[in-house]
């Protein structure tokens, strides 16, 4: 296996350190946790994506969820070039907003009334003010490994980057806020009723996501969502379905299509924006009205709603609801590579646990079933590192991490999933082999 040369890559670290905090503008890119340089990307196109030093990889991060179409979809491109050739922005109301309100409520009408902003972060926080002032109440139930942006009440056992650095509570997170968060454990209940039990009348609002990623992906059992709104509807309380990541990926209508559940508040990110900065929330009429300028719950944005940020996510939201067989290929898709990757396990005599939801997916180093943030804990993360690095050798990126889910797009083929399976083999086995080795010369 010849070694991958990533020497403008490494330049370009060893330079961007000086000027960025760890070189990066987000933590789970700099790599950390596979323990190597990250790439420097130049280009991606359909299912590849190619780093600065030209080397080509089958793509499996997709900017961390958005790219379902695959990167530089010719569509989506040019919808964008159109828009900035009329003004990339003008900080009044455009045809394009109300456009994307009307799609967004074709898709997924459990979202009445939806206010557009510029990340999933600013959607999940003005979420929960919006539930804070809508119920009286101020604290709220998040499980713990979610993962709802860096918010100050989010960022208590928190999934993602939070998880892998070992730092699930941020410093400079205010104690008093930080205290209104309650942490259940995913697919509980128990300990979500316990926790409305010990804080009666308190509680605003529970917020999870429906299928998590960001503990890696980890699937709600049974009847585990709509439990959650009957817990909390019976206590006053709201619950937020956050679709950052699973909405318009799981199916045409999120999560909230395929377990039939409708949340009083829904947030979004990733794919509405189509690669461009946007999130978005929204849910019931008489809630959503509370927001200013109809209500008293201040949220603003400069740039919310932007037309280049609407162009881009209009275009693709436009494929996936015309194109409903998009989500059967991606499935098909997912379950080749699902049952090349367990035939490869089976081979190797490994019991590695493999979570997939469409085209969502992780294999957790660890033999436990990986059901909540506790077990997705008892991976081996350093063997994942081993493996990661394997795979890039073998031209698949994957995330640098863990404990997120990688993504399979629409642009993938059946020969790219089969070229992964094959990857997938080599790096496991080279994995066993180094591991054995790096153990008997510690026995020696
Ligand atoms: C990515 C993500 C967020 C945060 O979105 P940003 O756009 O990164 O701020 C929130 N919730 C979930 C479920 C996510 O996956």
Not at 92 to 113: F, W
Not at 397 to 415: C, G, R, W
């Amino acid at each position: 296996m010849k070694q991958l040369k990533t020497n403008r890559s490494s330049n370009l670290y060893f330079e961007s350190k000086k000027y960025l905090p760890g070189g990066v503008n987000s933590p789970v890119r700099a790599f950390k946790s596979v323990g190597r340089d990250p790439l420097f990307i130049a280009k991606a196109k359909g299912q590849y994506i190619f780093d600065v030093d030209g080397n080509r990889y089958i793509d499996y991060v997709g900017s961390w969820g958005p790219m379902i179409l695959g990167h530089a979809h010719p569509q989506v491109v040019s919808a964008i070039k159109r828009a900035a050739s009329d003004g990339t922005s003008f900080g009044a109301p455009t045809e394009r907003e109300v456009e994307m309100a009307k799609l967004v409520r074709k898709m997924m009408p459990s979202v009445e009334v939806v206010r557009m902003v510029n990340s999933g972060t600013e959607a999940t926080m003005s979420a929960v003010r919006l539930a804070r002032a809508f119920t009286g109440k101020e604290k709220i139930v998040k499980f713990a490994g979610c993962y709802h942006g860096h918010f100050d009440s989010f960022l208590i056992k928190a999934g993602s980057g939070a998880t892998t650095f070992g730092t699930p509570d941020s410093p400079g997170v205010p104690k008093t806020l930080a205290a209104r968060t309650l942490v259940a454990e995913f697919n509980d209940l128990a300990s979500v009723e316990k926790l409305f039990v010990d804080n009666p009348g308190e509680i605003a609002a529970i917020i999870t996501e429906p299928v998590v990623g960001n503990m890696g992906v980890v699937i709600p059992r049974g009847n585990f969502l709509e439990r959650l709104l009957e817990i909390a509807h019976a206590n006053g309380a709201l619950l937020i379905l956050d679709e950052v990541m699973t909405g318009f990926r799981l199916a045409c209508g999120g999560a909230q299509q395929i377990y039939e559940l409708k949340p009083d508040l829904t947030t979004f990110g990733k794919i509405i924006g189509g690669g461009l900065p946007v999130g978005a929330y929204g849910g019931r009429e008489e809630i959503m009205r509370m927001i200013s300028p109809d209500g008293p719950v201040y949220q603003a944005g400069t740039l919310s709603g932007n037309p280049l940020a609407m162009a881009a996510g209009l275009a693709q939201l436009r494929m996936l609801d015309r194109q409903k067989s998009l989500y059967t290929k991606l499935e098909k898709l997912g379950a080749r590579l699902e049952k090349g990757i367990l035939r490869n396990l089976n081979k190797l005599g490994l019991g590695y646990q493999l979570n997939r939801a469409g085209s969502m997916f992780t294999l957790f180093f660890t033999p436990e079933n990986v059901v909540d943030f506790t077990a997705a804990l008892t991976s081996d993360t350093k063997k994942f590192g081993l493996y990661f690095s394997e795979m890039l050798k073998r031209g698949i990126y994957l995330p640098p991490s863990q404990f997120e889910a990688a993504f399979i797009s629409a642009a993938h083929t059946p020969a790219d999933i089969d070229r992964t399976i094959s990857a997938n083999y080599e790096a496991l086995d080279a994995v066993g082999r180094k591991v054995t080795r790096s153990n008997l010369k510690v026995s020696i």
